[in-house]
């Protein structure tokens, strides 16, 4: 029997695709207003979908921390694999 899902903290729940669940979001568009809230305008890159997100400064910034953390964990996976070979050019 599988494990139930282990439940997301709001900021990252909230930034999931309604539509497919992908995690693969991304900030296409981001402002602040005076009241403390972020609005981002996402894109999902799994199904294209687009959408609206409006949250608390510290919960946008929950999430922003959360993101660089991805991007840095990426980069150090690809910094860790060997660079790809390439076939040579033909000579013509
Ligand atoms: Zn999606």
Redesign the pocket.
């Known amino acids: 029997m599988p494990s139930a899902p282990a439940a997301r903290p709001l900021y990252l729940a909230a930034w999931a695709?309604?539509?497919?669940?992908?995690g693969?979001?991304a900030v296409t568009a981001r402002r602040e207003d005076p009241t403390g809230h972020v609005h981002q305008t996402l894109r999902?890159?799994?199904?294209?979908?687009w959408r609206a997100l409006s949250l608390p400064r510290p919960l946008a910034e929950r999430f922003d921390a959360a993101l660089d953390a991805d991007l840095a964990a990426m980069r150090r996976e690809l910094e860790r694999r060997p660079a790809p070979r390439r076939a040579p050019i033909a000579a013509r």
């Not at 695709?17 to 992908?22: F, M, Q």
């Not at 999902?44 to 979908?49: F, L, V």
Request: hydrophobic residues 20%.
């Open positions: 695709c309604p539509r497919c669940t992908s693969a979001v999902c890159g799994a199904c294209g979908t």
